[in-house]
C-alpha cells in the first residue's frame, strides 16, 4: 500500500514570492493534516480536514496562508507571500480512524 | 490552551538500561499518541492509547496512559543503540504535541 505523498520534498524560495505543496494521502483516509515543523520542536497543527471540509484551522496563519482539498482526497497548502520565520518542514498526514501516518515532508527554506 | 510537556528533553542512555519518558498534558483527553522520529525523516507512529490505563508494547517500548493523572509514560527496557531517535507524545482534541525527547543509546 502507498503511503502518503508530498512534493516537492524541497523547496527553496526568496521572500515575497508564493510557494505551494502538494498532498496525496491514504487511500480511502478521510482525515487530512497538515503540520508545520520547526527545526528542534514537535510539529504544530496547522489544518485538519474531514473529507473536504476544514474541521479545525484555527492554528492556520490565515493572512498568507491558504489550503484546500478538493474532492476529499489530494489536498494542496499554500504560502503567500512567504517570509522568513516560514522556513521550516511541512508535514501532512492522513488517518481512517485514529492512527496517523506522516509522508516525508516538504523543507522549506526562503531566504 | 492544551500544553503538553515531555521530559526529559534529552537522554543519554548505555546499553542494556531501563528508563522512562515522561509525557503531562494539561486537559482532559482520551486519546495519545506516541511517534519516533529518526533525524531528517518523517514520523513513525509507535503507539495510540485510547484509554485510561491503556497499555501498550511492542519490544523494548510500552507505552501506558493514565487520563485521571494527564499522565503517559514511555518505558525503555534494555535499550539498544537503535532506539536511538526523537520521541514525541502528541495529545488529541488539537493534537498538539510535546518538544520531543532526544534519545542516544551509547554502547
Known amino acids: 500500500e502507498a503511503g502518503v505523498v508530498q512534493s516537492p520534498r524541497y523547496k527553496i524560495i526568496e521572500k515575497k514570492q508564493p510557494v505551494a505543496f502538494w498532498c496525496n494521502p491514504i487511500?480511502?483516509?478521510?482525515?487530512l493534516y497538515w503540520y508545520r515543523q520547526n527545526l528542534g520542536q514537535g510539529p504544530e497543527l496547522l489544518i485538519r480536514?474531514?473529507?473536504?471540509?476544514?474541521?479545525?484551522d484555527s492554528q492556520l496563519p490565515k493572512d498568507r496562508f491558504s489550503a484546500e482539498r478538493l474532492k476529499g482526497v489530494d489536498s494542496t497548502l499554500k504560502i503567500q507571500p512567504a517570509e522568513l520565520g516560514d522556513s521550516a518542514v511541512y508535514l501532512c498526514?492522513?488517518?481512517?480512524?485514529?492512527?496517523?501516518?506522516f509522508g516525508p515532508g516538504t523543507r522549506l527554506t526562503v531566504t | 490552551e492544551l500544553k503538553v510537556e515531555q521530559n526529559p528533553l534529552f537522554l543519554s542512555m548505555q546499553e542494556g538500561k531501563n528508563y522512562t519518558i515522561y509525557c503531562n498534558y494539561s486537559?482532559?483527553?482520551?486519546?495519545l499518541y506516541w511517534y519516533r522520529q529518526d533525524p531528517g525523516k518523517s514520523l513513525e507512529s509507535l503507539f495510540v492509547?485510547?484509554?485510561?490505563?491503556a497499555v501498550k508494547q511492542e519490544g523494548r517500548l510500552m507505552a501506558s496512559l493514565d487520563t485521571k493523572a494527564r499522565l503517559s509514560t514511555l518505558h525503555i527496557t534494555a535499550a539498544v543503540h537503535d532506539l536511538s531517535a526523537t520521541y514525541f507524545c502528541?495529545?488529541?482534541?488539537?493534537?498538539?504535541f510535546g518538544a520531543g525527547t532526544r534519545l542516544t543509546v551509547k554502547p
Open positions: 486537559t482532559t483527553s482520551d486519546r
Open positions: 480536514y474531514e473529507n473536504e471540509e476544514a474541521v479545525d
Open positions: 498526514a492522513s488517518s481512517l480512524v485514529y492512527e496517523q501516518y
Open positions: 492509547l485510547l484509554s485510561n490505563g
Open positions: 502528541a495529545v488529541a482534541g488539537d493534537m498538539r
Open positions: 487511500s480511502g483516509h478521510n482525515t
